[in-house]
């Protein structure tokens, strides 16, 4: 598959078709790595680190935790 560099402000870009983009399970958004080898450009999407429940409450300390609050009566079909 064959697509054309263009110029975008001071920099250049392609378009990636769908079909590669599907295959390579990139998405709008993505982040992805450049790195050059030889004379080819290798584009790499990043893939997103998962953390563990662990990993995200790690620097929790009580006194970080917010007091509860009253937000109101119902006003829907809200199930309390």
Known sequence: MTTVV???GNSLAIRIPRSVAEQAQVTEGIAIDFSVEGN???IT???RKKY???E???GMTPDKFHPEFETGNAVGNEDW
Do not use: N
């Open 40 to 42: 080819r450009i290798v």
């Open 45 to 47: 999407p990043q893939k």
């Open 56 to 58: 995200l409450l790690e």
């Open 6 to 8: 263009a110029k975008w």
């Open 52 to 54: 563990t429940l662990d």
